[in-house]
């Protein structure tokens, strides 16, 4: 027997370069997002004069261009300072991998130099650590920070919105937070709110001919010639535009039908191979879902599935006596259970109705599975 490799190889592939697919790739072009980034630039120009910008909010949903827009500016405001005489500094925090407002300022220390450990210190000491860059640098300038808080809604509502209070009283430091959800004002107290002036920019979602834009040019640094069946971007578009316009399902379904018609060894992709795509992207969500769930959630899981396979109407008294017996013994608390179900329902698994019973009988939650029993079932035991 050969190398395994060597197959691989000599393999032909319809992709030039898959890289422009990926969702860590930054274009050098964001259609249909002209207007927004105008924005970001119309208010960090400020920094180009030497004041600190005002503090900046933008909204969106998953997946309309929020992070690759802010990325953009950042770079195009490097680019715009480098012949000027100005001290501008921009980082880009991502608050899904630094959650605390301890993590944010010690990473923000790190990146400017200072050695600062991710645990250990006090609070105050990593704040003072802070506060004393923008006293004395080596430039003998005013330093203007601009800070990228990437999914801050992760950060406010774990750890509050000290963050926030924090850097809206230091000079000379700007904020630009990203948020997927518009209420995310809620976690923010009113002290924080008054100190935070900021100028909203939304990024609605895309539709599917903004989507068509947008694929057509990654496709054409990401395919060879001539390998894309005319109605495949159509059709990833317009699934995606479906899905709240989202650009990232959209690359998502176009780099799948890709891979699909390769592993198939065929020349051109076609529209059955999105649809297939469509399959298997939505089949990984769920396993990955429900794979990462703590095992009692897994439990609440199993128990739904019994119910709908035996066709029964899911109310909760009766899903808590068949995750009982499932659970057999080691189960948690009937209020658990609710908890529980709110989560799932957030995931996208499950969904709940409320309906009446009639005059005098109260209103009850029906709850049904949101995903194809099939998949859960296989993805169910294999994770247990
Ligand atoms: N206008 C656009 N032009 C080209 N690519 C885009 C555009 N908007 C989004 N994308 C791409 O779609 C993906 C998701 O965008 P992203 O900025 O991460 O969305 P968000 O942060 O709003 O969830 C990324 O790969 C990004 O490069
Ligand atoms: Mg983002």
Redesign the pocket.
Known sequence: MGNMFDDLIGQRSIFKNKKFLD?K???ER????KDQIKSIAKYWIEALNNNAPSDITIY?K????????AKFAMKQLKEASGNKDVYIRTEYIRCTDYTTEYQVIARLCQQMGREVPYRGWTKAEVLNTFRNIFKKNAFGQNMILIVVLDEIDILLKKDGDGILYTLTRTDNVSILS?SNYVDFKKFITPRVLSSLRDREIV?PPYNAQQLID?LE??ANLSFNDDVVDDDVIPLCSAMAAKEEGD??YA?DLLRTSGEIADENEENVVKGTHVRHAKDRIEHNMVTDVIMTLPAQQQRVLEAILKLTNSNEEITSGKLYDAYKVVSKGDSVSYRRIFDFINELEMLGIISTNTISRGRGKGRTNIISLQCDTGLLEDTLYTAM
């Open positions: 969702h790739f930054l274009p964001l259609p249909h997002r969106g998953t997946g309309t261009g929020k992070t690759a827009a990203i990024f947008i040019e990654r650009a990232r690359l």
